[in-house]
């Protein structure tokens, strides 16, 4: 009974949870791109890094997610901009980059506006 309550003891141990890391900033830059159906953004703060992702100051609007999703988002954004407000974007503290091309893991991805 001792094994078996280490060994479950030991599984949950093990399990390492992402946590959302939020940025706070204003829009500098709203990129789209027609081919990869990505949305680029970059704020005036820097997020903080995320290893598996190489860009360190543009995030991105998944093109994996729903097209309504995709669509809510950048208009968010764009009224931040035009408003020149500041947004809070949420990223995923490990893992979740999107790719670029054939680059695999260029930019955060965006899990959540504000």
Known sequence: MKFIT??????FSLH???????????????????????????LDQQGSDVSECSSKDTFAISRGL???A??????LLLAAKVSDTPVVI???????CESWS?????????TRLR
């Open 16 to 42: 390492s949870e992402a946590r959302w890391l939020d940025v706070s900033g204003k829009v500098l830059y709203l990129v789209t791109y027609a081919n990869t159906n990505t949305i680029l953004v970059t």
């Open 90 to 96: 949420s990223f995923n503290e490990v893992g979740n």
């Open 102 to 110: 054939s680059t695999q893991n260029v930019y955060r991805k965006i």
């Open 66 to 68: 729903d097209p309504e």
């Open 70 to 75: 995709r669509s809510r988002m950048y208009s």
């Open 6 to 11: 280490a060994i479950f003891l030991l599984m």
